[in-house]
């Protein structure tokens, strides 16, 4: 069984940013998948970024040049850093991963981006 607990979540001003974390705990985290996906009320859960265990990785097209996801092999953690953002962004943000067998969501942190 894996935990994952989302932390760095709250309300900001436009263009401001926000560093949200995701730590792991239960298995092998050097070898997952880690993503992060987002759901705003009445929508669906989407794919904001995602790193393999190598390092690379991927962005939906609405967050690419302002969010970027980063991990700490040595701390279980994955990091989703935004910046510039936007009232669009608004939503509850879900840590996300996947072993190929195995996935597992954290229970999410709401992030706000109002004036």
């Known amino acids: 069984q894996v935990q994952l607990v989302e932390s760095g979540g709250g309300l900001v001003q436009p263009g401001g940013s926000l560093r949200l974390s995701c730590a792991a705990a239960?298995?092998?985290?050097?070898?997952?998948?880690m993503g992060w996906y987002r759901q705003a009320p009445g929508l669906q859960r989407d794919l904001v970024a995602s790193?393999?265990?190598?390092?690379?990785?991927k962005y939906a097209d609405s967050v690419k040049g302002r969010f970027t996801i980063s991990r700490d092999n040595a701390k279980n953690t994955v990091y989703l850093q935004m910046n510039n953002l936007k009232p669009e962004d608004t939503a509850v943000y879900y840590c996300?991963?996947?072993?190929?067998?195995?996935?597992?969501w954290g229970k999410g942190t709401l992030v706000t981006v109002s004036s």
């Open positions: 996300n991963g996947n072993w190929g067998v195995m996935a597992y």
């Open positions: 790193i393999t265990g190598g390092g690379l990785t």
């Open positions: 239960g298995s092998s985290f050097s070898t997952a998948l």
